[in-house]
């Protein structure tokens, strides 16, 4: 717990909400707290327990949320839902324990396996296997490697997701099992890690933590992608279809999309494989970006025409304050 509690992400985060420092003194409070866990923890115990605390706070607590407000307002639920009432999961406390059960277990079962790898590549390497040191990163590089990150990320999850888990091989039929188990249904986001272990371990963890072992971060630039990456699969396993911002909303219904078609399509995370591929079911990603920009567009319409018309009283008003004055000038020359 008190590796959690002095987590520099937390504490990052929390300080200002809690007082009103300057940016300079969150940022001396982010350097002192990171320091402190550096110097008083080993890079294994840092990595192992911030990687469980990001997934727990950013998928698990939320997902249990979603689920109730699923369960218990299922009439509200159904009209923010891609694919209406289908998608509400099914009211059966035994079928949601066992599910949400399973996902914790998973869950341990990532952390266990991570720690296995992160052991043997530490004993290889003969050292930390992310860079672990008081020096923090830079934006730059922060940046760039994240950049890497998700770039083999989405790679690795079309491959993956196209030719392995949707193929005829067995693992694929423990993905349709446990995963697909429901048709013409978006997904909610308990969902994530309610899969088979094997099938879920190379879905979810291996695009994660693979390109993690080549680029090797630092260990803060491993904990921001992996918060990314776990905060955009919950969304897009919501299956809601009032998700914000375009590119996470397009995310969102072509997941939903995957999980209705019975995986027919949209492997990727990012839908730009699926898009260069051809196996985009419904509206890929150029489409979204159309959309969008058609949306812009008629916004600056619909602000021009605004704009006009504002115009156009303004000046009506001004005649009729000339006329007045006109008629009052005239009337005390008489």
């Known amino acids: 717990m008190d590796v959690i509690l002095s987590l520099p992400i937390v504490s990052y985060f929390a300080a200002p909400m809690l007082t009103s420092w300057s940016t300079s003194l969150n940022l001396l409070f982010f350097y002192m707290t990171w320091s402190t866990l550096v110097l008083s923890h080993s890079p294994l115990k840092i990595e192992l327990v911030g990687t469980l605390a990001v997934r727990v706070v950013f998928w698990l607590v939320p997902s249990l949320f979603f689920l109730l407000f699923d369960t218990l307002v299922p009439s509200l639920a159904e009209s923010i839902k891609l694919y209406g009432w289908a998608s509400i999961p099914r009211r059966n406390a035994n079928s949601l324990a066992r599910q949400a059960l399973l996902a914790i277990v998973n869950l341990a079962l990532f952390t266990a396996l991570q720690a296995a790898i992160s052991i043997a590549a530490t004993s290889l390497l003969k050292g930390p296997l992310f860079k672990t040191s008081t020096t923090l990163p830079l934006p730059w590089q922060i940046i760039k490697q994240i950049f890497t990150l998700y770039s083999a990320r989405e790679v690795l999850t079309y491959y993956i997701h196209r030719y392995v888990l949707h193929s005829r091989g067995a693992i694929a039929k423990l993905h349709a099992r446990y995963a697909h188990s429901r048709q013409a249904a978006a997904p909610y986001s308990l969902m994530l890690y309610a899969d088979h272990p094997l099938p879920l371990m190379l879905n979810r963890l291996l695009p994660v933590y693979l390109p993690s072992l080549v680029v090797r971060p630092h260990l803060l630039t491993y904990f921001l992608f992996t918060l990314l990456a776990t905060i955009e699969e919950t969304l897009s396993m919501s299956g809601y279809s009032v998700v914000p911002g375009i590119i996470m909303g397009g995310i969102t219904r072509r997941t939903a999309t995957h999980y209705a078609s019975g995986g027919k399509g949209n492997y990727g995370a990012w839908g730009l494989l699926d898009w260069f591929s051809g196996t985009s079911v419904g509206k890929d990603v150029v489409q979204d970006l159309q959309d969008e920009a058609e949306k812009h567009h ?37």
């Open 298 to 334: 008629a916004k600056e319409r619909g602000r021009k025409a605004l704009d006009d018309t504002g115009s156009l009283v303004q000046n009506g008003i001004d005649g009729m304050k000339k006329g007045r004055k006109g008629r009052k000038k005239r009337s005390s020359d008489e």
